[in-house]
C-alpha cells in the first residue's frame, strides 16, 4: 500500500460498524482504508488514544450574514467558529443582503466561501414570489444544497405566506425544500401581545403559529410531492403531527430546544434566549426528546443566528431574534450523550449521516471507502466551561457561556487536513463547496 496522506490511529471510531477501536487512512483527500494499519506509512499521523472519531458533522442550518450584514458575522468568523466547535461542512441561509435569489447571488457567495471559509459550505437558495420559475434551474447551481422557504415573518420578498405562493414554490424543482414554518397571520393578529417584555415571545408567537404553519405545509408537500424538511421545530403536537407524513417530511431541532426551556431562559438570559420560533416551556422540551427518542426529528441543526450585544440589548420587541449555536452545537450534544440522553451511534445520524442523506451529499457523512476524509475527534471526558475566549463567532457571545460541558471537539479534520487542533485553527482556510449527488 503506498504511502498515505494522514493517518488517524488507535482511535474508537463510531461509524456504520459499531463503536471500534480502528485506524483510518486517507489519501488524496479519501478515506482509503480503515481497519488494524499498523504497518501502514504516512506523512502525518495522529494518535487518537482515548479520543473517539465520529464522521464530520455537518450543521444543515446556519446564518452568517454575509454579505451586507458582516457586522454580525461573516464566512470567516462563522466557519472558524464551526471549525473550532467540530463541524467539517455548513449549510448557510439565505437571507443576507443582497437576498440569495439569482444565480448571480449564489455564484458570489460560493466565490466568498472559497476565499475565506475554515470549512466546506453550501448555500441555500431562497424561495420568493419573483424567482419561482427559476428554481429548477437556480436548485443545480454549485453550492446549492437546497431551496429555502419563509412562511413567517422574514426578510423582504423572502416570505412566502400564503397557500397559492407555497403551492408553486413545492410545485417548481425537485429538490429538497427547507421550510420556516410559523403562521404569518397569526403573527400579524397577536403582534398586540409583543410588548413589554421578551417573556412574551412565546407568548405572541405561540404553540398555535407553529403548529398551524407546519400543518398547511405538511398537506401542500404531500398534494405536490415535494420533499421537505421542517426546521427547528418546538413543539410536541408538531413532532405528533409529523411522524404522520414522513413519506415527504424530515424534521430538524435545535440544541436550545433540546437543552433552554421558559420561562427559565427568558428570566436567566433575557433577550439573549429571544429567537424565532421561542424556546417553549418544559412539557414542549421533553416533548421533542420524545420526539428524538421515536426517531421523528432527523437532524439537530443550531440555527446560528448571531446579533452583536449592542443589538440584543434593545428593549424588546425592537431586539433581534437569533442567537448563536454553530461552535456549541457539537458540545451540547456530547453533554446530552453523557447525560444518557443521546446514543454515539444517534448523535451521529442526526449530524452527519442524517443531514448528508436528507440533502443527498455526495461522498460526507460516513466513515466509509471512498468518502471524504472528514472527521471529528472528540475526548467524551473532557469536562470544559463555555467560555468566551473560546467563542470565535463575531458576536462575541452565547446562552451558553459559563456553563460547563463534558465531552469536548478536540479535532476537525476535512478532507484529510487537519484545520483545527486542541482549540486551535491550523494553517489557512481552505473550503471547498460541498457537492449534492442531484447535481453532479
Known amino acids: 500500500m503506498s504511502e498515505m496522506d494522514l493517518l488517524i490511529k488507535n482511535g474508537t471510531v463510531v461509524s456504520h460498524r459499531g463503536i471500534d477501536q480502528l485506524d483510518i487512512a486517507i489519501r488524496d483527500e479519501k478515506i482509503v482504508a480503515i481497519g488494524?494499519?499498523?504497518?501502514?506509512?504516512?506523512?502525518?499521523a495522529i494518535d487518537a488514544t482515548g479520543l473517539h472519531v465520529l464522521p464530520g458533522v455537518i450543521d444543515s442550518q446556519v446564518h452568517f450574514r454575509e454579505p451586507g450584514l458582516e457586522h454580525k458575522e461573516d464566512l470567516a468568523t462563522g466557519t472558524a467558529a464551526a471549525a473550532l466547535g467540530g463541524v467539517t461542512a455548513i449549510f448557510e441561509m439565505p437571507n443576507t443582503n443582497p437576498l440569495t435569489l439569482t444565480a448571480k447571488d449564489m455564484a458570489d457567495k460560493v466565490r466568498r466561501g472559497r476565499e475565506k471559509a475554515w470549512t466546506d459550505f453550501a448555500f441555500f437558495i431562497g424561495a420568493a414570489a419573483e424567482n419561482v420559475e427559476n428554481l429548477p434551474m437556480l436548485e443545480r447551481q454549485e453550492g446549492v444544497s437546497g431551496v429555502k422557504l419563509f412562511m413567517g415573518s422574514s426578510t423582504g420578498s423572502l416570505l412566502v405566506d400564503n397557500d397559492e405562493d407555497i403551492r408553486r414554490v413545492l410545485s417548481s424543482g425537485v429538490r429538497r425544500v427547507a421550510i420556516h414554518a410559523e403562521d404569518e397571520p397569526r403573527l400579524l393578529e397577536r403582534r398586540h401581545l409583543a410588548v413589554d417584555t421578551v417573556l412574551?415571545?412565546?407568548?405572541?408567537?405561540?404553540?398555535?403559529?407553529?403548529?398551524?404553519?407546519t400543518e398547511r405545509v405538511l398537506k401542500i408537500a404531500r398534494e405536490t410531492g415535494r420533499r421537505i424538511h421542517v426546521l427547528h421545530i418546538t413543539t410536541k403536537e408538531e413532532i405528533e403531527l409529523l411522524a404522520k407524513y414522513k413519506d415527504v417530511a424530515t424534521v430538524e431541532t435545535t440544541p436550545q430546544h433540546l437543552t433552554l426551556s421558559s420561562p427559565d431562559c427568558y428570566e436567566r438570559l433575557g433577550s439573549y434566549a429571544q429567537m424565532n420560533p421561542p424556546i417553549r416551556g418544559e412539557?414542549?422540551?421533553?416533548?421533542?426528546?420524545?420526539?428524538v427518542r421515536d426517531g421523528v426529528v432527523d437532524v439537530i441543526g443550531s440555527d446560528h443566528a448571531p446579533h452583536t450585544k449592542e443589538e440584543k440589548a434593545n428593549a424588546y420587541p425592537a431586539s433581534p431574534s437569533g442567537m448563536p449555536g454553530v461552535q456549541t452545537l457539537l458540545p451540547l450534544l456530547l453533554d446530552h450523550h453523557n447525560k444518557g440522553e443521546l446514543s454515539l451511534s444517534h448523535l451521529m445520524d442526526l449530524t452527519s449521516a442524517g443531514p448528508a442523506r436528507i440533502y443527498?451529499?455526495?461522498?460526507?457523512?460516513?466513515?466509509?471507502?471512498?468518502?471524504?476524509?472528514?472527521?471529528?475527534?472528540?475526548?467524551?471526558k473532557r469536562k470544559q466551561e463555555i467560555t468566551g475566549d473560546w467563542l470565535a463567532s463575531k458576536c462575541g457571545w452565547s446562552p451558553f457561556e459559563g456553563d460547563t460541558v463534558t465531552g469536548w471537539p478536540v479535532g476537525t479534520i476535512i478532507r484529510g487536513r487537519q484545520v483545527m487542533r486542541d482549540g486551535e485553527l491550523?494553517?489557512?482556510?481552505?473550503?471547498?463547496?460541498?457537492?449534492f449527488q442531484e447535481c453532479l
Open 36 to 44: 488494524n494499519l499498523k504497518d501502514v506509512s504516512a506523512k502525518e
Open 200 to 213: 412574551n415571545h412565546p407568548v405572541w408567537r405561540d404553540e398555535v403559529v407553529a403548529y398551524r404553519a
Open 283 to 291: 412539557e414542549h422540551r421533553q416533548g421533542l426528546w420524545q420526539g
Open 360 to 380: 443527498g451529499v455526495a461522498g460526507k457523512g460516513r466513515i466509509a471507502l471512498g468518502y471524504d476524509g472528514d472527521l471529528t475527534l472528540v475526548d467524551l
Open 426 to 435: 491550523l494553517g489557512a482556510s481552505g473550503g471547498e463547496p460541498v457537492k
